[in-house]
């Protein structure tokens, strides 16, 4: 067997972990390959809600598995409050999930660092989570990381306490001491105490040499879903680089992540939102700074699943969708949050970028300082309420305008339109 990898095609916060709770009942195995606590990923079903930061979106099918790859960073204490709050709502975390010994763990003081960097950006910050992404990735890169194996060791105290070492001189070389520093409304010593204390928790978890696991299970006739987090466009190779997060949010990333070989990848889902979001800094060429914008924002509900944040809308935009379809091969689309755009006459979808008078299908170089004027293509809205339908022939025929214009332009077939956050709100095609 092949894995399927569903992977987010813009800034994050597409509606993967709807998607990937919806099809969840055809897999047996749901598996996450990068990213940390900085993904927020949303499931609703039965006027219930969950938010996911660690945890792969399948762990409310009780037959399913569900694995922590290799390429996933772990905040033990998030881990820790995340079963806390599934086993609340009695789902069947621990019988149901496997955490790869080789994930990256991150620490109190990469969370430290994360603030003491994005501190020191001054204008410049990247609008980060501040979850620690940025060092432990560092850490994992320069040889110096701690792994989810090492919890076993009798020697973890040990290295722990070196490691913190290194980064409270880093810090201290940035003028911060340790001692200043908040983190989730604590100081740092009381937060390390409740750190150290989810790592008895992690312990107790079940974990696996993921990478032969997997590979087991696909030589078994076992079917896999990898489950991305973040979005292309925040990739640490082709993302706006410097405002990106610090893995391999694409497709490519899904084999040293899980340690599965590029032959071994099947179909390839690419998640994306009827119209755009970013939250935190960067370049978002069809951003609308007026009162558009604001009203996506708030039919969309669009603040941060993580932080809270609002998020910045805009239009749809092609070349940066053509890019990321073509850097992760994806073989089918969906089309996520349409009923945001219900109540518009006209949208507008971003066909071309004009860059210095020139007309151009191609994401820049210089994502940050290339002025990408988008060119704006107008389309007939559907302008009534998409939750009528029960089949996607019943819905209105200038959305299925909308969703062939998409097909027609990006060679790509859509899949699956969703028009609202609920498992059922969703349309196969
Ligand atoms: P993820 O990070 O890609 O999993 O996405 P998030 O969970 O961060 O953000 C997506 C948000 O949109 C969540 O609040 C979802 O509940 C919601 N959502 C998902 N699909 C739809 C949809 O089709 N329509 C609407 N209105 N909301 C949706
Ligand atoms: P999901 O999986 C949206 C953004 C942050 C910031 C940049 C770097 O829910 O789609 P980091 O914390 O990684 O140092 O932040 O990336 N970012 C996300 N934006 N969705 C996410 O995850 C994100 N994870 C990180 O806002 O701009
Ligand atoms: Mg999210």
Same mark, same amino acid.
């Given at each position: 067997?092949?894995? &399927? ?15 990937? &709770?919806? $099809? ?20 609703e ?12 979106? /399948? ?21 820790? @409050? ?9 789902v ?40 620690? %992404?940025?060092?432990?990735y ?21 290295k722990? @306490? ?10 201290? !070389?940035?003028?911060? &001491? ?10 740092? &010593?009381?937060y390390?105490? !409740?750190?150290?204390?989810?790592? #008895?928790?992690l312990?107790?978890?079940?974990k ?24 292309? =466009?925040? #990739? ?22 899980l ?5 071994? %990848? ?18 978002f060429?069809t951003e609308?700074l ?9 039919t ?15 239009? $749809?935009?092609?070349?940066? $969708? ?10 089918? $689309?969906? =089309? =996520? ?40 293509q107008?389309?007939? /809205? ?5 939750g009528?339908?029960?089949?996607y022939?019943?819905?209105?025929d ?5 969703? #062939?214009?998409?097909?027609? @332009?990006?060679?790509?077939? %859509?899949? =699956? ?5 609920d ?7």
């Amino acid at each position: 067997m092949k894995v &399927d990898v569903l992977l987010g095609l813009q800034w994050g916060d597409e509606g993967k972990g709807k998607v990937v &709770d919806v $099809l969840t009942p055809k897999y047996d195995i749901i598996a996450r390959f990068q990213g940390g606590p900085n993904a927020g990923h949303t499931i609703e079903f039965d006027g219930k809600k969950f938010v996911l930061h660690t945890i792969p979106s /399948g762990i409310f099918n009780s037959s399913t598995v569900n694995l922590i790859g290799n390429g996933v960073i772990i905040d033990p204490l998030v881990f820790e @409050k995340e079963v806390a709050s599934l086993e609340t709502s009695g789902v069947l975390v621990r019988q149901n999930l496997l955490i790869s010994r080789k994930a990256h763990l991150i620490l109190p003081s990469h969370r430290l660092l994360d603030a003491v960097y994005e501190a020191s950006r001054g204008t410049l910050k990247i609008g980060s989570t501040l979850k620690g %992404i940025g060092p432990a990735y560092t850490d994992k890169t320069s040889r110096n990381g701690l792994r989810v194996g090492d919890i076993e060791c009798p020697l973890f105290l040990e290295k722990y @306490k070196a490691l913190q070492k290194l980064h409270f001189d880093i810090a201290k !070389q940035h003028n911060s &001491d340790y001692k200043d520093i908040i983190i989730e409304g604590l100081s740092f &010593d009381a937060y390390e105490e !409740q750190w150290l204390s989810a790592c #008895d928790t992690l312990r107790s978890f079940e974990k696996v040499n993921s990478e032969y696991y997997i590979n087991q299970q696909l030589n078994l006739g076992k079917k896999v879903l990898a489950e991305g987090a973040q979005g292309t =466009m925040l #990739d640490v190779d082709f993302g706006s680089y410097p405002f990106v997060t610090s893995s391999n949010t694409i497709t490519a990333g899904v084999c040293s992540g899980l340690g599965v070989a590029p032959s071994r %990848i099947g179909k390839v889902i690419g998640i994306f939102k009827a119209y755009c979001t970013r939250v935190g800094s960067g370049p978002f060429p069809t951003e609308l700074l007026d009162t558009t914008g604001d009203q996506l924002r708030d039919t969309g509900h669009e603040f941060g699943a993580t932080t809270g944040r609002p998020r910045r809308c805009g239009w $749809l935009d092609l070349p940066a $969708l053509n890019y990321a379809i073509m850097l992760n091969g994806v073989t089918e $689309l969906m =089309m =996520m949050k349409a009923d945001v755009l219900d109540a518009f006459e006209t949208i507008k979808v971003a066909t071309q970028y004009e860059i210095d008078g020139q007309l151009t299908n191609e994401v820049p170089y210089d994502q940050v300082n290339t002025d990408s004027i988008p060119v704006y293509q107008e389309i007939k /809205g559907w302008n009534t309420s998409l939750g009528k339908g029960t089949t996607y022939e019943e819905l209105p025929d200038n959305l299925h305008q909308y969703v #062939d214009f998409i097909e027609l @332009k990006t060679l790509t077939p %859509i899949k =699956m339109v969703s028009v609202g956050p609920d498992r059922t709100q969703t349309f196969i095609r």
